[in-house]
T-cell receptor, first 114, second 108 residues
Framework: DGGITQSPKYLFRKEGQNVTLSCEQN?????MYWYRQDPGQGLRLIYY???????QKGDIAEGYSVSREKKESFPLTVTSAQKNPTAFYLC?????????????FGPGTRLTVL | GDSVTQMEGPVTLSEEAFLTINCTYT??????LFWYVQYPGEGLQLLLK?????DKGSNKGFEATYRKETTSFHLEKGSVQVSDSAVYFC???????FGAGTTVTVRA
């Protein structure tokens, strides 16, 4: 079965700690994305990557970092510099970063800062 | 820049009622248009898409037509079921352009 996996499903973090969210895809897609979703709001783009070893900031990149060392993996680190990290985080991928490609989403990780 | 404006919710309907969720867009190019659905606690799934003007996307009884003249992509379903309760997102074929989402609740 092809798809995107995110882990863990729920994550709790103490203030001041960094935490890394995992995203893996076996769809052989070049492009990958991280979004943040807050209650009652749409999706906001954090980072995206069009190819391995390359990534760009989205609208709300401050306090986050990513890496793309492998085509299938795009982990997101939420750093202590992120002022309000409690949210639902969604990873997605598409064949290419284009206007026509469908994005395929993972099941999400819900991060709560204690 | 490109953007999407989506009807605000929440929307509450009875089973077998007609559903419409309005979506209008602003785009400089000719992007594809999408409707995604999100069930509670899950990621988004593609519901339907249209790639050019006058295309109609359809899936699971839902339909939406890409209207260039009115810059719209309204979602419709003739007879909703309880299982259609979810959040629906209109999106431009651009990673930055999702609507805010419309929460739909269908009562038995």
């Amino acid at each position: 079965d092809g798809g995107i996996t995110q882990s863990p499903k729920y994550l709790f973090r103490k203030e001041g700690q960094n935490v890394t969210l995992s995203c893996e895809q076996n769809l052989n897609h070049d492009a990958m994305y991280w979004y943040r979703q807050d209650p009652g709001q749409g999706l906001r783009l954090i980072y995206y990557s069009q190819i391995v070893n390359d990534f760009q900031k989205g609208d709300i990149a401050e306090g986050y970092s990513v890496s793309r060392e492998k085509k299938e993996s795009f982990p997101l680190t939420v750093t202590s510099a992120q002022k309000n990290p409690t949210a639902f985080y969604l990873c997605a991928s598409s064949i290419e970063d284009s206007y026509t490609d469908t994005q395929y989403f993972g099941p999400g990780t819900r991060l709560t800062v204690l | 820049g490109d953007s999407v404006t989506q009807m605000e919710g929440p929307v509450t309907l009875s089973e077998e009622a007609f559903l419409t969720i309005n979506c209008t867009y602003t785009a400089t190019g000719y992007p594809s248009l999408f409707w995604y659905v999100q069930y509670p606690g899950e990621g988004l799934q593609l519901l339907l898409k249209a790639t050019k003007a006058d295309d109609k996307g359809s899936n699971k009884g839902f339909e939406a037509t890409y209207r260039k003249e009115t810059t719209s992509f309204h979602l419709e379903k003739g007879s909703v079921q309880v299982s259609d309760s979810a959040v629906y997102f209109c999106a431009l074929g651009d990673k930055l352009s999702f609507g805010a989402g419309t929460t739909v609740t269908v009562r038995a």
